[in-house]
């Protein structure tokens, strides 16, 4: 289970990269943040459940923040098509 948190830490610093060759700051440092996250959980070799609440906690961050962002944030007609 370790090593699917060193996967999810390549994969969003790829992201982090892409975005910041995209001249995306701000998501970017996001994504960075994210990474650092990601493999500094790899190096705790905490227990399989314990992966799992932290996972979920997570998840829930994520859900929480993107349905904030989505519902109050985002204007309505601004998709630029």
Do not use: C, N
């Amino acid at each position: 289970m370790d090593r699917m948190f060193r996967v999810l830490g390549f994969w969003t610093g790829i992201f982090a990269v892409m975005f910041y060759l995209g001249d995306m700051k701000t998501t970017s440092l996001l994504f960075f943040g994210q990474t650092g996250f990601f493999v500094f959980l790899f190096y705790l070799k905490l227990s399989e459940r314990m992966y799992i609440y932290v996972f979920g906690a997570y998840l829930t961050i994520f859900f929480v923040g993107f349905t904030y962002w989505t519902t109050f944030m985002m204007v309505p007609g601004q998709g630029g098509h």
